[in-house]
């Protein structure tokens, strides 16, 4: 079985302009979900997708964040414009049902995308 | 949803038993724990998840006391490929199920 997909694995780009992820999850995957994770922290929740709609977003900066995720399957993130404070590994995961759903609930991780804003 | 607190960092040596304490002193009723593992540039990998007593599968046990405000990651036989930071999450409804990922527990396997 094919993992999470992630691309591109790192960018570099500058303060104020504009980046986006590509998130392919597991097949037959319905939740899918962005983290951020800073170097040194644990991963924070961005936004969380049950087929093509947001279940929780309450922790992305909509002022410059956006995802979406069309048709239910593949999914992007976007940042614009970028900040220093972005420079973060960006993950992508998915499950096959909703967390609490039941044992199939677990969450599985693509490799990530390194962000160097500078 | 409940804070998890882990130690920041433990060593070990190959072949010996490396247990990781995770409190959750506000666990909720319905909430669950979950252990995920985490090498560098590689994305969480899930190792267990339990409600209450004792779970075991082919990598690690997991050990919950009755009250659930703590649980205990268990990894027999730990080697060298097992240094990686380890996280505690206790899985939650608060408006629909989450998680909160700690900073984790950094475990580094000596020769």
């Known amino acids: 079985e094919a993992g999470v997909a992630q691309s591109p694995r790192y960018k570099i780009i500058e303060k104020r302009q504009s980046v986006a992820f590509w998130c392919n999850p597991i097949?037959?995957?319905?939740?899918l979900y962005w983290y951020q994770q800073i170097l040194g922290q644990g991963p924070k929740l961005l936004i969380q997708?049950?087929?093509?709609?947001?279940?929780?977003d309450s922790q992305l900066p909509k002022d410059r964040f956006s995802a979406e995720r069309l048709k239910g399957v593949d999914s992007t993130l976007k940042i614009q414009p970028a900040k220093l404070e972005d420079s973060a590994v960006y993950l992508c995961?998915?499950?096959?049902?909703?967390?609490?759903?039941?044992?199939?609930?677990?969450?599985?991780f693509g490799p990530g995308t390194r962000l160097t804003v500078l | 949803l409940a804070k998890t607190t882990q130690p920041i960092s433990m060593d070990s040596y190959e072949g010996q038993e490396v247990n990781i304490t995770c409190s959750h002193n506000?666990?909720?009723?319905?909430?669950?724990i979950t252990w995920y593992q985490q090498f560098p540039s590689q994305g969480p990998r899930f190792i267990i998840q339990?409600?209450?007593t004792k779970v075991t599968n082919e990598v690690a046990s997991l050990f919950i006391p009755a009250d659930r405000k703590s649980s205990t990651l268990s990894l027999p036989r730990v080697s060298l490929s097992d240094t990686a930071v380890y996280y505690c999450?206790?899985?939650?409804?608060?408006?629909?199920?989450?998680?909160?990922f700690g900073a984790g527990t950094r475990l580094f396997v000596k020769a």
């Open positions: 995961a998915s499950s096959l049902v909703p967390l609490g759903a039941g044992g199939t609930d677990t969450q599985y």
């Open positions: 097949s037959g995957h319905a939740t």
């Open positions: 997708f049950q087929n093509n709609g947001v279940v929780d």
């Open positions: 506000n666990i909720a009723t319905n909430d669950y």
């Open positions: 339990g409600y209450k």
């Open positions: 999450l206790v899985v939650g409804n608060t408006g629909g199920f989450k998680t909160i």
